[in-house]
């Protein structure tokens, strides 16, 4: 499977519990970014990687939110002292790097880790 | 800010053509996508428009005016299978993408 992976695909945790989702993006896409959606809702965008770096990341995104994608391969997202709010869809997308001096802007979605917070 | 607007839901029939619009309120997007997502599944990329005017791409057009902050997804020859959520979304220097709630469109036989 080429597409992009995300583990797990669901998560029920008790609040106050941290969580860990990993996603493993299209081989060699160096563009990652996270999301998080709600039932109705589009997704909301969370942070964005290129290779190693995080230049992006959500105002809306609180300090129990972190991520990482250490050697610009997988990423990490990590919610700490989870909250009932914090259930929904996290949703992972990778987009190519640049070929022929022009960009490749579709996004590229894997299914997604559903959190549940009791 | 970055409110983008959608109808919420349309209906229309198989064989028929639909538009679903979109309008945004900033500046400072660099691009319009159109995705869709079946229920329970994740979305997946249609279309997009840096300049102004029309994209076509199979069945599947989308219009830009950057002036007016609009854009539209055009559907021709509907399918069943094209029973989805249509999500419009606006790329700030593609580094951040904003998303509309998305329309819900049902295909009727």
């Known amino acids: 499977d080429t597409g992009v992976s995300q583990d797990p695909r669901h998560k029920i945790t008790k609040r106050g519990q941290n969580v860990t989702f990993r996603c493993d993006p299209i081989?060699?896409?160096?563009?990652l970014y996270w999301y998080r959606q709600t039932l109705g809702q589009g997704p909301e965008f969370l942070t964005y990687?290129?290779?190693?770096?995080?230049?992006?990341k959500s105002r809306l995104l609180s300090d129990r939110f972190s991520a990482e994608r250490p050697k610009g391969s997988f990423s990490t997202l990590e919610i700490q002292r989870t909250e009932q709010g914090d259930s929904a869809m996290y949703l992972c997308?990778?987009?190519?790097?640049?070929?022929?001096?022009?960009?490749?802007?579709?996004?590229?979605f894997g299914p997604g880790t559903r959190l549940t917070v009791t | 800010g970055q409110n983008i607007d959608q109808p919420t839901e349309m209906t229309a029939t198989e064989g028929a053509i639909v538009q679903i619009n979109c309008t945004y309120q900033t500046s400072g997007f660099n691009g319009l996508f159109w995705y869709q997502q079946h229920a329970g599944e994740a979305p997946t990329f249609l279309s997009y428009?840096?300049?102004?005017g029309l994209e076509e791409k199979g069945r599947f057009s989308s219009f830009l005016s950057r002036s007016k902050g609009y854009s539209y997804l055009l559907l021709k020859e509907l399918q069943m299978k094209d029973s989805a959520s249509y999500l419009c979304a606006g790329g700030k220097h593609f580094n951040k993408f904003y998303f509309g709630s998305g329309t819900k469109l049902n295909v009727k036989p």
């Open positions: 081989s060699e896409h160096n563009r």
């Open positions: 990687f290129q290779n190693e770096a995080q230049l992006e």
């Open positions: 997308a990778s987009s190519p790097r640049p070929r022929g001096g022009s960009l490749s802007y579709e996004q590229y």
């Open positions: 428009n840096v300049l102004d």
